[in-house]
């Protein structure tokens, strides 16, 4: 059964591999925005703010969480789902920081094979959308890692926020670009290879459709050369 459909288009991913936690402080949470966090960002106080500004997150649970469970709703096991509860924390300085209810997602990854268990403050949709958002954001992490692999980003060109960031657009802007004209040329190969092929023939006066289907990257260009000669030799 294919879910992906009902995820949200407006959610947000807050994450890395180094968790920085005061990173939160400097989020201006927008009301109605998902918050998608690992664990290693579970701080109730900084949570509550979110909630508080009426903006929604998802977030791994901790194995060792204190709390008081209030309800168990029926959960679709089918689906992967293991339970979906409404909570109460019960340690008194995590209580104090969250004083409202919690939802409590159990899902199981059968690709992975792991029990996963969510934590929100949505208790709108459905559970199985609450362990979908979570996994969304497995998906921000495989394009990042796909944008090292092959945009090769081993060094900034500048140190400064800005220049870091411009670079890392550019390279999402490539990536995107590419993406458009495999899609809109209905081409089969993969991006990694028409990057190769385009990094080959860049000031090439071709027309981009005949230079994706009649080129071997591996290999000189099949059609002639129409830049001009630098040298006459």
Request: glycine share 4%; net charge positive.
């Given at each position: 059964?294919?879910?992906?459909?009902?995820i949200?288009?407006?959610?947000?991913?807050?994450?890395?591999?180094?968790?920085?936690?005061?990173?939160?402080?400097?989020?201006?949470?927008?009301?109605?925005?998902?918050?998608?966090?690992?664990?290693?960002?579970?701080?109730?106080?900084?949570?509550?703010?979110?909630?508080?500004?009426?903006?929604?997150?998802?977030?791994?649970?901790?194995?060792n969480?204190?709390?008081?469970?209030?309800?168990?709703?029926?959960?679709?096991?089918?689906?992967?789902?293991?339970?979906?509860?409404?909570?109460?924390?019960?340690?008194?300085?995590?209580?104090?920081?969250?004083?409202?209810?919690?939802?409590?997602?159990?899902?199981?990854d059968?690709?992975?094979?792991?029990?996963?268990?969510?934590?929100?403050?949505?208790?709108?949709l459905?559970?199985?959308?609450?362990?979908?958002?979570?996994?969304?954001?497995?998906?921000?992490?495989?394009?990042?890692?796909?944008?090292?692999q092959?945009?090769?980003?081993?060094?900034?060109?500048?140190?400064?926020?800005?220049?870091?960031?411009?670079?890392?657009?550019?390279?999402?802007?490539?990536?995107?670009?590419?993406?458009i004209?495999?899609?809109?040329?209905?081409?089969?190969?993969?991006?990694?290879?028409?990057?190769?092929?385009?990094?080959?023939?860049?000031?090439?006066?071709?027309?981009?459709?005949?230079?994706?289907?009649?080129?071997?990257?591996?290999?000189?260009?099949?059609?002639?050369?129409?830049?001009?000669?630098?040298?006459?030799?």
């Amino acid at each position: 059964m294919d879910l992906r459909g009902s995820i949200p288009s407006f959610i947000k991913i807050t994450d890395g591999k180094v968790h920085d936690i005061n990173v939160l402080d400097d989020l201006i949470p927008e009301p109605g925005s998902f918050y998608v966090m690992d664990r290693g960002y579970l701080d109730f106080a900084r949570l509550y703010n979110l909630t508080l500004c009426l903006a929604f997150f998802v977030i791994r649970s901790k194995t060792n969480l204190k709390f008081r469970r209030i309800y168990s709703h029926l959960v679709d096991k089918s689906l992967g789902l293991i339970y979906d509860q409404t909570i109460v924390l019960s340690n008194a300085d995590s209580a104090k920081d969250y004083p409202e209810k919690l939802r409590r997602v159990g899902y199981y990854d059968a690709e992975n094979q792991k029990n996963l268990t969510f934590l929100t403050n949505n208790f709108s949709l459905p559970a199985i959308t609450i362990a979908l958002i979570y996994k969304s954001r497995w998906q921000i992490e495989l394009f990042f890692k796909w944008m090292k692999q092959h945009l090769r980003i081993k060094a900034f060109y500048g140190t400064s926020e800005n220049s870091v960031k411009t670079q890392i657009w550019i390279a999402i802007s490539i990536y995107v670009l590419v993406a458009i004209i495999k899609k809109h040329l209905n081409l089969d190969m993969s991006l990694y290879t028409i990057l190769q092929i385009l990094s080959i023939t860049l000031f090439e006066k071709v027309p981009i459709l005949q230079v994706l289907t009649n080129s071997d990257y591996k290999s000189e260009p099949c059609f002639p050369y129409k830049q001009l000669s630098l040298f006459n030799l």
